[in-house]
């Protein structure tokens, strides 16, 4: 029985029963069986990217052609090559490593100091969830990049260009830090959504916990509350600090989630995001309410659909105005 369908088997999640009885026995087996099941293990458990099931397939091809041909025995050994545990968990590392800088989701990159550092991209149009060693998760906007240091668990730092939302985790009570340009952002534990392009004004806004708002030149330290943002201008040092109402646009899901929202509302953000004209008969339509969730992406004719039978009204469409009745 070949280790690598079953290891794949197991990664996948799709086990059946004979598979994970041999499974328990690799894991409980000799030094080789257990070595390679906890080498395969860590490198996809580490997942400071989200593999496909056909990625996992391709890394595990790869690791298959720099280690040997693995095979499984109830009795022996099943390592037919020999090869040490560091040589072993350097193929992997160069083949999973290979992967994924070829497809484009990870590179090996060095500082000013010259560190090594890992750095992720999410490309232009599209968002990526990123889970970093300590289980934190961050989801990047298009175009967004985030940079961090191999040794991340000893100092939690990561450097941030774009705009992501965090999902810190509290790991060992230390302190998780985002650089961004001129400012950082320290917490323990925490969720909170930065926006900082380059020339831009930069804004931090905190759901949960609290976090410290540092500008290092400026000397200026400020602590957030929940449902509090501060907005900072890269040009005229200018620092403010606002409370806000919680989002009714995640763009990590690219929906709206409206709760008793006036069709008024809703109306102006549809005009704006389809270019469209939209009109209502009667002015004080205009304070009917809608709840429910509305892509970005989806067609007009759905969401006018979902309006319509949501409030009972109904809909004419002449040229390009469209006038709910």
């Known amino acids: 029985m070949n280790i690598f369908n079953i290891l794949t088997k197991f990664i996948n999640s799709s086990l059946n029963q004979e598979e994970t009885r041999v499974l328990e ?89 010259g560190e090594l550092n890992i750095l992720i991209e999410a490309p232009l149009a599209q968002t990526r969830e990123v889970v970093l060693p300590d289980s934190s998760k961050v989801w990047l906007n298009g175009g967004a990049s985030l940079r961090y240091g191999k040794n991340y668990l000893k100092d939690r730092k990561v450097s941030l260009t774009g705009e992501a939302f965090f999902d810190v985790r509290k790991y060992n009570k230390a302190t998780f830090r985002v650089l961004v340009n001129e400012f950082n952002v320290e917490v323990l534990g925490t969720t909170f959504n930065i926006k900082a392009y380059k020339n831009q004004h930069s804004e931090v806004k905190l759901y949960t916990g609290k976090v410290n708002f540092e500008v290092p030149s400026l000397n200026k330290k400020i602590t957030l509350k929940p449902m509090e943002e501060v907005t900072y201008d890269p040009l005229t040092k200018e620092i403010q600090v606002s409370s806000f109402e919680k989002d009714e646009y995640d763009w990590r899901s690219g929906k709206y989630k409206f709760t008793d929202k006036p069709l008024k509302e809703i109306i102006a953000i549809l005009n704006q995001n389809y270019s469209v004209t939209i009109l209502l008969s009667e002015e004080q339509l205009g304070e009917s309410m809608f709840s429910g969730a509305i892509g970005k992406d989806e067609p007009l004719a759905d969401v006018l659909d979902k309006i319509c039978i949501s409030t009972g009204l109904n809909k004419t469409i002449e040229g390009d105005s469209i006038t709910l009745y």
Do not use: C, M
Not at 33 to 57: G, H, P, Q, T
Not at 69 to 85: A, E, G, Q, V
């Open 25 to 113: 026995q690799i894991k409980k087996g000799n030094g080789n069986n257990s070595r390679l099941f906890s080498i395969v293990k860590d490198y996809f458990s580490y997942k400071a990217v989200d593999l496909s099931a056909a990625d996992k397939e391709r890394v595990f091809e790869k690791i298959k052609l720099n280690t040997g041909n693995f095979t499984y025995t109830d009795h022996k050994p099943f390592l037919k090559k020999r090869i040490t545990k560091l040589n072993l968990a350097t193929y992997a590392a160069v083949a999973s490593v290979a992967l994924l800088i070829s497809i484009g989701l990870w590179k090996y990159v060095t500082d000013n100091q």
